[in-house]
C-alpha cells in the first residue's frame, strides 16, 4: 500500500483529465473548505484565485488516501500557497478560520442565497445585496424590483428546486421527457448526462441529450414542448442554436455552447415533498435541462455536458496546450494539420487527444 502511495505521489498529472476522480473523496474536509472559498471568488470575479482554488481541490479529490500531514502535500501537483495555508490550518485545528469566518460573512451568505435562486446571476444577486436585501422574503416583499419570467418561475418554486433531485426523481423524470420525444420522433435518443451520469446520488437539475440517427429529424422537437401532459411544465424557455458550419472553436475556455436548447421547471407528480410550513404535498417542481444535438457532434456534446466542471475545464486547457488542438462541446480542431477531427464516441475522442479513456464516473473532479 505505501509503494502504492509514493509511485501515483510521482504519476500525478496537473491535468484533471488525466486523474480517475471517482465519488469516494477521502479528503473530504479539506476539499469542502477549499470549494467554499473558490466559490467565493467566483463571486468576487476572482478568476484567478478560483482557478487556485479548484485545482487543489480537484487533486485532493483524486487521491486514494487521506491527507494527513502536510509533509504528504511534497509532489503533488496546484498546491500553491492559498490552499496549503488552508490545509495546514485544517490539519492544525480541524477547521479552516478563513472559511468559518467566509460562511459568516453578509455579502457570501446573500449571494450563495440569490445565485441559487434559478435566474439570478451575479449582476442581479449583486444588485439585490447593494439595494440592502438579505433574504428572499426581503426580495419577495420589495415593492419596486422587477423580476423575469424566468426569476419569477424560480422564486416561485425556489423550494422544491433548492431542495436537490435524486436519482429516482431524475429517472422519472427521464420516462416523461423520453415518452415526449419518441412521440415526436419514434427513432430519437434520450440520454441522461450531467451529474447523475458522473454517477452522482444527487443533483441541481436533470440533463438530457437529444438526438436523432437521420440528422434534421430533431430540429422541431422542442417547439412541442407545450404537447407535454397538462399541467406538468411549469416553466421553459427555449434557446436557438447559433451553430456555425466549421467553426474553429476560438477560445481556450468557451463554456456556453451553441446548441438549441431548453431550460425547464417540470412538475413531478407522486413524490411526496415536505415544505418549511410543514405542509406535504405529493409533487415536486424540478429543474430539467434539454439539449438538441445533431448526430456528428454527439460524441463531443456528451463529453461536455458529463462535466465535471473543473475536468471539463481541465480537458480543454490540455487540448489546447499540449496538443495544440481546440476542443468545445461541437468539434475538436487541430492546428497543426488544421483539421476538424470527427469522432463517434467519447473513447475516440481521448483517442484523438492521446489520453487515456476516463470513465464517466471517474471525472467527479
Ligand atoms: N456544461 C457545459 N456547457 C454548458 C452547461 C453545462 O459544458 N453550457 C457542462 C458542465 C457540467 C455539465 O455540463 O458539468 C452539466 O451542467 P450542470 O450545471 O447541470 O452540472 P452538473 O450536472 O455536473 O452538476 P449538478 O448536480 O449541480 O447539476
Ligand atoms: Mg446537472
Known sequence: NKTMEKISLFTISQY????RTTLN?????????????AENCEFN??????????????????????????????????????????????????????????LCDERYKATKLFTSIFGVGLKTADRWY????????????????????????GLMYCEDISSFVNKAEAHAVGQIIEKFVHKCVPNATVTLTGGFRRGKEIGHDVDFLITCPEEGKEEGILHKVHSLPQGLLLYYDIIESTMEKNKIPSKQYDVMDKFQKCFMILKLNNTLVQNSDLNFKDWKAIRVDLV???????AYALL???????????????SYH???????????YDKTKKVFLTAKTEEEIFAHLGLEYIEPWERNA
Open 130 to 153: 447593494r439595494l440592502g436585501f438579505r433574504t428572499l422574503e426581503e426580495v419577495q416583499a420589495a415593492k419596486d424590483l422587477k423580476f423575469t419570467k424566468m426569476q419569477k418561475a
Open 16 to 19: 484533471a483529465c488525466q486523474r
Open 25 to 37: 473523496n477521502k479528503n473530504k474536509i479539506f476539499t469542502d473548505a477549499l470549494e467554499i472559498l
Open 322 to 332: 499540449e496538443k495544440r488542438m481546440n476542443l468545445d462541446n461541437h468539434v475538436l
Open 45 to 102: 470575479e476572482n478568476e484567478r484565485s478560483y482557478v487556485v482554488f479548484a485545482r487543489a481541490t480537484s487533486v485532493l479529490k483524486s487521491l486514494p488516501y487521506a491527507i494527513s500531514s502536510m509533509t504528504m502535500l511534497e509532489g503533488l501537483p496546484n498546491m500553491e500557497v492559498q490552499p496549503r495555508a488552508i490545509i495546514e490550518e485544517i490539519l492544525e485545528d480541524g477547521k479552516s478560520s478563513t472559511v468559518e469566518s467566509l
Open 304 to 318: 461536455g455536458w458529463s462535466g465535471s466542471r473543473h475536468f471539463e475545464r481541465d480537458l480543454r486547457r490540455f
Open 292 to 298: 438538441i444535438v445533431p448526430i456528428q457532434q454527439y
